[in-house]
């Protein structure tokens, strides 16, 4: 995690790639796509609908090279909800930094947010809202870690026990490609925690690419494996020299959310993305 900065409100924020408006606008887009399924569980009497950031960070940011300052991903899609006439009846915050944390809490009470934020670990915080959660409401989860150690398959695990989830995942290719070699050979890695049983399914004597390719199809297989199927639509986020980032992919229950998510991530007109 980069050191915080003082925000243009005064509270804490944090420094991001330009990419970062790429994936808010890819979150927002899906949440504005959605928002007539959301419609129907809003209201006096009916279950709720809620929205989950287990990465939730401070909420605001500032834009490296340009020094723009834009809304964390958790704001933006409260504004988008509410914006849309259909906003999160619940937001469950979490970050295991707890300035972060609270300073996005903030920001979001001073929206008029139904916040509510839990310390700890991302894994101690999920385990903590699935069981609180209305079991016939609609929930969303953002998973939006700095790394692919911090995205552990728990977390995943949890939110599958939940009626109707639509989680939308970023997933570090650049952490994947830069530290596999490290992580292939560990006794213990950051792949142990993303996708337990690994080691038994993928060939580290492949070349690197197929080790990746590898580690990707088994993580997908575990995911669909809990019955929230992952989409073939896995958005390739670049960076300023055009290296790949991470990807985004939507996991969910139901063909109809994929459908979304196929439209959301279809912005420049791309289909369907190879995996590398």
């Not at 924020?13 to 990419?19: C, H, P, R, T």
């Not at 707890?98 to 001073?110: F, H, I, M, T, W």
């Not at 050979?185 to 690197?208: C, E, M, T």
């Not at 790949?244 to 939507?250: A, E, N, T, V």
């Amino acid at each position: 995690m980069k050191k915080l900065i003082v925000g243009d409100d005064g509270l804490p924020a944090e420094k991001v790639g330009e990419w970062a408006k790429d994936k808010h606008e890819y979150l927002c887009r899906y949440l504005d796509i959605s928002r007539g399924v959301r419609l129907k569980w809003l209201g006096d009497g009916k279950a709720g609908a809620t929205y989950i950031d287990l990465f939730c960070g401070p909420g605001r940011c500032q834009v490296e090279k340009t020094d723009e300052w834009i809304d964390g991903g958790v704001v933006s899609a409260w504004k988008k909800s509410l914006e849309g006439g259909a906003p999160f009846s619940k937001i469950f915050i979490s970050d295991i930094e707890d300035k972060r944390r609270e300073a996005a809490a903030v920001r979001l009470r001073q929206l008029n947010a139904p916040v509510e934020d839990l310390p700890g670990t991302a894994l101690e915080a999920v385990q903590q809202i699935v069981p609180s959660l209305n079991p016939y409401g609609l929930h969303f989860a953002f998973l939006d870690p700095f790394n692919l150690g911090t995205l552990d398959f728990g977390i995943i695990r949890a939110l599958s026990t939940l009626k109707r989830i639509d989680i939308l995942v970023h997933v570090s290719q650049m952490d994947l490609q830069r530290n596999l070699v490290t992580n292939a050979l560990s006794k213990k890695s950051a792949f142990d925690f993303f996708s337990p049983g690994w080691r038994d399914k993928v060939d580290i004597a492949r070349g690197n690419q197929e080790i990746q390719q590898q580690i990707i199809h088994y993580w997908r297989e575990l995911v669909a494996n809990l019955g929230v199927w992952p989409s073939t639509e896995m958005k390739l986020i670049r960076g300023s020299k055009k290296q790949p980032l991470y990807w985004l992919l939507l996991a969910a229950k139901h063909d109809l959310a994929h459908k979304f998510w196929a439209a959301a991530s279809n912005v420049d007109g791309q289909g369907t993305l190879d995996l590398l």
